[in-house]
């Protein structure tokens, strides 16, 4: 199973720090990255990604750092991402829309089927125009797993979905470590989805960490509920 770790990473935009010497170790599973918009989450998923150049700093993924890989050869060596604005190309077929992903990343094209499958994608000749926003979800966990990834990156995967929907991609991204092997940091405003699938949550409120650890603790701990939940001490003891 793979592991993840973030050393003293540190981005800068002018005098802006979007993420500030931030250490955080995801062992395995699926983990929660989440906090407040403009925390730095998104900033972290491009820097992981190559989309953001880090000032300092390393993340290492099972002991390479994949700071000092090029982006393109990240997806090669496992690397695979969602965006918070799903990507499906909406003029080629499900099937096309993966097969993309399988080919860029040199994976064999039977990996193509075994993703769709797992997804459960009926009719995967359909164009990316003609799938509901539930589908095109589901076409993107299948780009995220063809091949042998090692990271998958979810960025507000279950954003427009309703309870049933988000029940069923909840379901998906928590068999995804058993299914491929990889290790799954996920974003997702849904506090519900996020307490369901991680085991591990990390917490960040402008650019820092403020908080690591079981996401049952960290939920629950009055820093982050103050920074993100909105909750103060006193309107918690009074309920």
């Known amino acids: 199973m793979a592991g993840l770790t973030l050393s003293n990473v540190t981005v800068r935009y002018g005098g802006v720090r979007s993420l500030d010497d931030v250490s955080m170790a995801f062992e395995r599973g699926v983990c ?95 164009l990316g125009s003609e799938l509901t926003l539930l589908e095109r979800r589901l076409v993107e966990i299948a780009r995220c797993i063809v091949g042998q990834p090692r990271l998958v990156l979810l960025d507000e995967p279950a954003a427009g979905l309703d309870p049933t929907e988000s029940e069923r991609l909840l379901k998906l991204i928590t068999g995804i470590p058993d299914e491929v092997g990889a290790l799954v940091l996920l974003v997702d405003h849904d506090m519900d989805l996020v307490r369901a699938a991680c085991g591990t949550v990390a917490v960040l409120d402008f650019g820092k960490l403020i908080a690591f650890g079981s996401t049952h603790e960290v939920l629950a701990s009055a820093q982050v509920r103050r920074a993100y939940l ?3 001490d006193d309107e918690e003891s009074a309920c």
């Open 32 to 126: 929660g990255l989440i906090g407040p918009n403009g925390a730095g989450k998104t900033t972290t998923f491009n820097v992981l990604s190559g989309f953001t150049v880090a000032a300092t700093g390393s993340a290492e993924l099972d002991g390479m750092d994949l700071l000092r890989v090029a982006p393109h050869r990240r997806a090669r060596l496992g690397l695979r991402r969602s965006f918070q604005q799903e990507q499906v190309i909406r003029a080629l077929s499900a099937y096309d829309n993966v097969r993309l992903v399988a080919e860029h990343t040199r994976s064999a094209l039977t990996s193509v089927g075994r993703a769709l499958d797992y997804v459960g994608l009926a009719r995967a000749e359909r």
């Open 230 to 232: 909105g909750v103060e």
